[in-house]
Each structure stands twice: as structure tokens, then as C-alpha cells.
């Protein structure tokens, strides 16, 4: 069995409607890390059986080397939820990821959990926090055990608040999700930019959003990728302090490393050695 890529090192993560089974192979060679076949929004509900088929015999299919496979389910509150999950329980199909809508507790991901064991264990759980109770829960949600990563989902959650989908508004949601998730270790993955025709804003937002601590964004387009991938790419001068750091701590064994004039702690080590996992990642 193929391990499941970690969460933290992926850059892009692309929905691709359920419904449109042929563009599912074209979404995972766009080049974005991380194909989420979506069975929720995009999916009308007289077409989810058949979106459901289709999501599992791509997802159970042969592995795409590079490109982390995810499923989006519907509401564990629904209906059309529990035979999302029931479905890959009863098919032994296990995506890399299950991204899972509306997630307020931490009781769903332990019931979750219990569902899915067996042929489905390899599966880690992306928790889609867009309601103001998943934000006041995000730190238990966060520490199962199976979640690799928080996800913010910035429309449902600017609408449950009464608010617009703009910086100032979310900016507390993505800051509690941030801590969160660097409190667990864990993955946090930014909304979608809606806009699609304002490259600049997606640039200038995704910067934003990694500076705040966020390893990854989500696409909802593939021409959002390269933009994207762009900004969480390291460059040389990234990786070239990385490995002087990583190169430093050796050296020092145990005693005090200085690099560029500063000290170095562990978690400048730990910073560094993630730069340096990403930009493998990257090259390979």
C-alpha cells in the first residue's frame, strides 16, 4: 500500500466536480499536488449517485505518481453524506484524503474514525472548518489523531457570521485555524479565490496566507495552480539558508549555531528542514 503524502508539503489542491468524470484525469496531470473530486457543491443532488460511482472507481484506480488523490464528501449530516462514506467502506476504496464539509467537533472525526477502519485506515481527514462552532472547536477537531490538516471554507463561514468574504472578516478565522494546526502539527489549507479572472488578487492573497502560516490553498480552477505552486515554491535563496541552517546545527552538536548573524532554536531547524522536504518534493 502506497503511504498517503503528507499534508504539509502539498501546494495546490484542485476540486474537480464529481459530475465531470472526464476531466479528472486532465486535473491531476495540470499540475497541482492535490485532485479533490467533489461530491458536495458542485454535484446536484439527482446526480450524486452517479458522481459517487464515478469518484470511486477513479479514486480506486491506478495511483497518480506525485498527485495525492482526495475525495470530497458530503455532510456527515446528510444523507447523501453517510452513503458517501458508507460507499467506500462497502468499495475498500481509501483516497488519500477525505475532505469532510461543514465539520463542527470533534466527535464527527472520531465517529468518522470507527467508519472507516479496515481497508479504509490508510485515509487521513481533511475537516472543512466553515461555521463559527468549527472555529471555536478547532483545536480539538485538530488533535485526532487522523487529521492531517485544517481546511477553511471562507463562503459558508462568511455567510454563517453575516459577514463578506474579504480579509479583515476571515482574518481571525484563518488565525485561530493557523494556531490550531501548529499546535496539532498539522496541515492548514486556505479557501479558494472565487474570482477567477483576477490573477493578481490570487497572487497577492496567497502570499498573504503563507506569511500568516497556511501551507497550502485550494483551486477551484486549474488555470489557479501554476499561481499558486508559484508562491509556496522555495526558491535558491530559500533552500541555500535551509541547508546552511540544517548545516549549522550539525556542526554545532548539541552546542549554540549561528547563521547569518542569528541564533538558530529549534524551531528555525524545524522551518528549515520543512523548505528542504518541500523543495525535494518539488524537484522529484
Known amino acids: ?54 469518484a470511486l472507481a477513479w479514486l480506486g484506480g491506478t495511483d497518480r505518481a ?6 470530497r464528501s458530503n455532510g456527515l449530516r446528510t444523507a447523501a453524506g453517510l452513503r458517501d462514506v458508507l460507499a467506500l467502506v462497502d ?7 477525505l475532505v469532510i464539509p461543514k ?25 472543512l472548518v466553515e461555521t463559527a462552532r468549527g472555529v471555536v472547536h478547532a483545536e480539538e477537531i485538530a488533535a ?47 479557501v479558494p479565490r472565487l474570482d477567477l479572472g ?6 497577492e492573497e496567497t502570499q498573504r496566507v503563507r506569511r500568516l502560516g497556511f501551507t497550502g490553498k485550494l483551486a477551484i480552477h486549474p488555470g489557479q495552480v501554476a499561481t499558486i505552486n508559484d508562491a509556496y515554491t522555495p526558491d535558491d535563496a530559500d533552500v541555500a539558508r535551509a541547508r546552511r541552517i540544517v548545516a549549522a546545527v550539525e556542526a554545532a552538536r548539541g552546542g549554540v549555531a549561528v547563521v547569518d548573524g542569528r541564533m538558530v532554536d529549534a524551531p528555525v531547524v524545524r522551518a528549515a528542514e520543512r523548505v528542504l522536504a518541500r523543495a525535494e518534493r518539488v524537484r522529484s
Open 198 to 203: 483576477d490573477e493578481a488578487g490570487l497572487r
Open 1 to 54: 500500500m502506497v503511504p498517503a503524502p503528507a499534508a504539509m508539503l502539498l501546494r495546490s489542491w484542485l476540486f474537480c466536480p464529481g459530475s465531470t468524470p472526464g476531466r479528472f484525469e486532465k486535473a491531476s496531470a495540470c499540475g497541482t499536488d492535490a485532485v479533490i473530486v467533489d461530491l458536495e457543491d458542485a454535484v446536484a443532488p439527482d446526480d450524486k449517485a452517479a458522481a459517487r460511482a464515478a
Open 144 to 190: 485526532h489523531p487522523r487529521v492531517a490538516g485544517l481546511v477553511l471554507g471562507g463562503a459558508d463561514l462568511a455567510a454563517d457570521l453575516g459577514a463578506v468574504m474579504d480579509w479583515e472578516p476571515l482574518l481571525y478565522a484563518r488565525s485561530r485555524l493557523v494556531h490550531a494546526a501548529a499546535t496539532a502539527g498539522i496541515a492548514v489549507i486556505d
Open 66 to 71: 506525485g498527485v495525492a488523490r482526495c475525495l
Open 91 to 97: 468499495g475498500g476504496v481509501a483516497p488519500d484524503f
Open 103 to 127: 465539520t463542527e467537533t470533534a466527535d464527527e472525526m472520531a465517529l468518522l474514525d470507527t467508519l472507516l477502519l479496515g481497508s479504509c485506515s490508510r485515509t487521513q481527514f481533511l475537516p
